[in-house]
């Protein structure tokens, strides 16, 4: 929402890592392959739909493959008509690397180089890392900076800022979860920063000379 603290406005964007799959279950690198929820994922998401039906969201944006859009309808399920798709909070696009496990690759070079300096090394087919950034970025820039702005905020002269409140609610996956940590939290490394399935990950956002930066807020699933 956009909350006035000391005179600052903030928005806070909650960000959930799709529930459980079969490939997540058996270690596999899942990209932009379509794959659905386990059976069990839904159980497991009970209590982050507890959690949430407690909050008001006044935007809701899922990643178009299946997992995601499945979680929203498990954990917000009132809250599908709202949401509005968007590819560029898809996973990273694997390549050759898609579908496969660290023993089917450990012994290729071109794997441990990857994993050693991802930002650098591109999977055989799959995409850039600056390409994946760079998604993520405009993703934010386009929904989230605009209203800090104070752009799309009601104009009724009755109601106050505290009042043109906005939390912003994003299912997505796991590794542009941790691009979105890396790119804005201090503290956070895309190579060290991992969310489990199904688990939330709250940001506050605010303006700092006309740039995004945020801080991470508590919330526990």
Known sequence: MVKMIQGKCYIDVYLVRHGRTLWN?????????????????????????ELLSHVSFDQIYVSDLVRCTETLRIIAPDLVSMATTDTRLREYHFGEFEGQTYEMLKHRILYRQWIDDPVHVTPPGAETFAHFAERIQQFAEERIKPSLLGEGLIKDKDKNMEEAMQNILVVTHGGVIRQWAAAWLKEAEFATFMPKPGECLVLRFALQDGELFAQKMKFHT
């Open 25 to 49: 279950q058996q270690k596999r690198y899942l990209g932009h392959t379509d794959v659905p929820l386990l059976e069990a994922a839904r159980k497991e998401l009970t209590g982050l739909r």
